[in-house]
């Protein structure tokens, strides 16, 4: 098991002990633990994979970890900020329907022997939804107007990131 696998790994573990502060509002700055907790494990993924690239540490575990461990992190924040009333649910429902639309499509071209990299609208969508929930986790009043205007280009980059992806991989459909 090589380091990027294991700060994957960590990354799944650090989700259950993230929604349990996020959702202990009765624990004193449950917010900013889990806010601290949630921001690490993001880092996680980013360091795990430089290190993946930079070491030729790339594995099959990894390739197919590493997406789901941020999807799961993710969702699990957005679905824990709907129970604490920050997000509607309807952006939640609508940036998990892309997640499994995405994850289903890049199943059908895996079983075709095509791999769907991430794209650029992709990737600058899950670093939006990243910002996004670190301001609904921190709830700070005077970012209000701003945290509802990252909310709002989270819910775009999301549409136009599945549309990306669906128009540049729509032959794996074929």
């Known amino acids: 098991m090589n380091i990027p696998n294991q700060l994957t790994i960590l990354r799944i573990i650090m989700?259950?002990?993230?929604?349990?502060?996020?959702?202990?509002?009765?624990?004193?700055?449950?917010?900013?633990?889990?806010?601290?907790?949630?921001?690490?494990?993001?880092?996680?993924?980013?360091l795990d994979g430089i290190i993946a690239r930079k070491y030729n540490l790339v594995t099959n575990f990894g390739k197919f970890m590493d997406p789901l461990a941020d999807k799961l992190l993710v969702c699990s924040a957005l679905i824990g900020l709907i129970e604490i009333g920050r997000i509607p649910a309807w952006i939640v429902i609508l940036i998990?329907?892309?997640?499994?639309?995405?994850?289903?499509?890049r199943l059908i071209?895996?079983?075709?022997?095509?791999?769907?990299?991430?794209?650029?609208?992709g990737k600058l969508k899950t670093t939006v939804q990243i910002v996004m929930v670190?301001?609904?986790?921190?709830?700070?009043?005077?970012?209000?107007?701003?945290?509802?205007?990252?909310?709002?280009?989270?819910?775009?980059?999301?549409?136009?990131?599945?549309?990306?992806?669906?128009?540049?991989?729509?032959?794996?459909?074929?």
Do not use: Q
């Open 96 to 105: 998990i329907t892309r997640e499994f639309i995405i994850s289903g499509f």
């Open 15 to 46: 989700i259950p002990i993230f929604v349990f502060f996020l959702l202990m509002t009765k624990i004193p700055y449950h917010n900013w633990i889990a806010f601290t907790i949630f921001i690490i494990a993001s880092l996680t993924d980013l």
């Open 109 to 121: 071209a895996a079983d075709k022997g095509v791999v769907i990299a991430a794209s650029f609208w």
């Open 134 to 174: 670190c301001m609904l986790i921190a709830n700070l009043n005077f970012l209000r107007i701003l945290t509802e205007i990252v909310m709002w280009a989270a819910v775009i980059l999301t549409v136009v990131s599945l549309i990306d992806y669906l128009v540049k991989n729509r032959n794996v459909m074929k």
